[in-house]
């Protein structure tokens, strides 16, 4: 499959997805000078950039977009830490083709700051979402999660780092079996070609 990631930060789970072989044929960012431009430069993927500061709004952002991922002839799009709404024409057009990787275990803390807010709220538990993208926030299906405990010692900083580090771990896990084509699915009904692979995602 022909693969989009989509960034916008220090692109950690970009460089996790190479190194672990996923084959991205580009990598584009809403930022400018961001560590997943560099990431995507040192493994050779082409990138391109769109700030949305250039476009007069949504609609015209939305058509650059979908212009270079045709450009490249995309199946498949990872987003990864991109923080910018995709919209109807964009969703549309990859139905059930996008995955987006969410610092908790969803429907918890949906939306920003995830690790800060339930790290706030004292969880014993959160975790790591790998969920397919629809028009809602976070809302899509859920693909696969592992959680992750909030030791009774931690520092945000630390509860933070082990939620990366388990970020790094499902993510190239579930993106090289899309890519494989062991799950798929459409809107809320998931498919697993194995019959345990729900289950065994990041263990
Ligand atoms: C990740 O923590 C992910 O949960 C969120 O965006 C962040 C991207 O981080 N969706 P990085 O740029 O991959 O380091």
């Given amino acids: ?8 930060g220090t692109g950690s789970n970009l460089r996790a997805l190479l190194e672990r072989g996923l084959t991205v044929n580009v990598v584009v960012s809403h930022r400018e000078e961001v560590g997943a431009l560099d990431i995507a430069q040192e493994f050779g993927v082409p990138c391109r950039v769109i ?3 250039h ?4 609609v015209a952002y939305d058509q ?7 450009e490249f ?3 498949q799009i990872a987003l990864a ?26 429907p918890s803390y949906v939306g920003l700051h995830a690790i800060e807010r339930a790290f706030a709220d004292r969880v014993l538990w959160s975790g790591v979402t790998v969920h397919g993208v629809d028009e809602g ?17 931690d520092s945000l900083e630390e509860f933070r780092a082990r939620i990366h580090q388990a970020e790094h771990r499902l ?17 809320h009904e998931v498919t697993y070609l194995k019959e345990d692979a729900k289950w065994m995602y990041g263990r």
């Fill in 51 to 53: 700030l949305p500061s």
């Fill in 55 to 58: 476009y007069p709004d949504r």
């Fill in 64 to 70: 650059a977009l979908l212009g270079i991922l045709r």
């Fill in 137 to 153: 926030h976070d809302s899509g299906p859920i693909l696969a999660q592992i959680p992750v405990a909030r030791e009774k010692q």
């Fill in 171 to 187: 993510y190239p896990e579930v993106a090289l079996a899309v890519d494989r084509a062991e799950v798929s699915w459409h809107g």
């Fill in 81 to 106: 830490g991109f923080l910018r709404w995709l919209g109807t024409p964009i969703i549309e057009a990859f139905a059930d083709r996008i995955i987006n990787l969410h610092p908790s275990l969803l």
């Fill in 1 to 8: 499959m022909r693969w989009a990631v989509l960034v916008g």
């Fill in 73 to 75: 002839c995309i199946e």
